[in-house]
């Protein structure tokens, strides 16, 4: 992993620009801050084990479930500056990242529903993190190693209604680097094939059933994830009574 301080951070301008119009934050005056610049920053995954563990790791992607308890509050602490796609595997409301830097400044998430997704194209990251929601935040931290850091229009934020009577592959996010699709399988269809030329990370947002090749099917539940090699056949299938419900992220480059 390239160490988070050898790329600089974004000025708070583009930051702003990025965060206010695509990603859908409100900004929080920054004398809200107990800034001390004596303090810190540290690697997460060490020092907050309970909130954040590396799940998945390969050449292309590393992923980090994070959790947040309803009005937690987590000290200062760095995170890769890598592209990432934010997956959010709960339903949450808002949470306020108090970010440290020259100019300190503050970032609310706004409330946000399973099955949400974010791209961002990637900053440098040395925050607090408070969840001011009466409920806990589950979400996915899929940082891309192969995507170059800070490309202007890779970056996404959608308000979804999607619905998951009807089974469906639907696009959500193309880029030359990625794509990302949702992959619904109504309870009471039978399974939907799947084959991608390019490598692909599945996420469980819902109790699913994966079939690759002869292999017995492979149960998923909420936050699973399931590594798809490049034209390896498989079909999504759902359980008695219930939907299958994913996120198909392809690695084209």
Known sequence: MAHPLSVPARPLAFLLRHSCDVLNYAIIPASILAFSPHLLAQDPAKTLPRNYQIAFENNFVEVVRV????????????????????????????VRFSHVEEQPFAL???????????????RLEKHQVENIGNIPTEFLRVELKRVPLGLDDFQFRGNWTFDLTKTAITSQFASPQIAIQRCVVAA??????????????????????????????????????????????????????ATAHLLAITFLQ
């Open 67 to 94: 959790h947040y308890q309803a009005h937690e509050k987590l000290p200062l602490h760095d995170h890769s500056q890598r592209p990432t796609v934010y997956v959010y595997l709960t339903d949450s409301g808002p």
């Open 108 to 122: 609310t998430r706004r409330p946000v529903k399973a099955g949400d997704f974010r791209v961002s194209p990637g």
């Open 188 to 241: 009471k269809d039978r399974a939907q094939p799947f084959t991608s030329a390019r490598p692909v990370l599945l996420i469980a947002f819902s109790h699913a059933l994966v079939q690759t090749g002869s292999a017995a099917p492979k149960s998923l539940k909420r936050g699973d994830l399931y590594w798809l090699n490049p034209q390896q056949p498989m079909h999504i299938e759902s359980t008695p009574g």
